[in-house]
């Protein structure tokens, strides 16, 4: 049987095959406790926050967006990647959730809370998300900070045991917006 320090695997090489906006691609060779060798591809991402926000009258702002991955329009929660600066440093996810959460719905939340962290896909990504609760919502001001210039989304407010239940009858295919 395997302990658990017999599972951890070392890098010890790493090729770099594309760099994109806020994407690394690269291949890592990796050495086990007994001195096996592999490689594993990875996508480096900054990280990034989901948010789910809920309005006086137990709505969840959900956002429609067309995703050319997955090919269709998913129902999600306001979501967005952490910023990179020229440094290399990454946004703190508690300055970056109240960003995108005004960004992508138009609202501020007065009460923040962390739900917690979690890694999106292991197996490939190092993309860990923090998924906050944002509740006493209000309409930004006049200086309210728009979508990313790339993004189209459409807002939906949806009550949330109609959210669950889509989620149930499998209408909701975005992971982080699961409940």
């Known amino acids: 049987e395997l302990a658990g320090a017999d599972l ?13 906006r806020y994407l690394t691609f690269r291949v890592d060779t990796i050495e086990r406790a007994d001195g096996s060798r592999s490689t594993r591809d990875i996508a480096g ?27 269709q329009t998913l129902l999600e ?20 959730a109240p960003r995108e959460l005004e960004e992508e719905t ?16 292991p197996g490939f990504t190092e993309e860990l998300m923090s998924l906050y609760l ?12 728009s979508p990313d210039e ?11 045991r109609e959210a669950v239940a889509a989620a149930e009858r499998g209408e909701i295919l975005d992971a982080k917006a699961l409940p």
Not at 53 to 71: C, E, I, K, S
Not at 109 to 118: Q, V
Not at 135 to 145: E, I, K, Q, V, Y
Request: negative net charge; without cysteine; glycine residues 10%.
């Open 150 to 160: 790339d993004e189209r989304l459409l807002v939906d407010r949806v009550p949330w």
């Open 77 to 96: 929660i306001p979501a967005g990647t952490l910023d990179t600066a020229e440094d290399g440093s990454v946004e703190d996810p508690d300055l970056a």
């Open 8 to 20: 951890i695997e070392r890098v010890v090489g790493s090729e770099v095959l594309h760099r994109g």
């Open 134 to 145: 944002a509740t006493d919502l209000r309409p930004a001001d006049a200086d309210r900070l």
């Open 45 to 71: 991402h900054p990280g990034a926050v989901a948010i789910l926000a809920l309005d006086p009258d137990d709505n969840v702002l959900m956002v429609r967006q067309f995703r050319l991955a997955a090919g």
């Open 106 to 121: 138009g609202m501020r939340a007065g009460s923040w809370r962390l739900l917690g962290r979690f890694y999106t896909a």
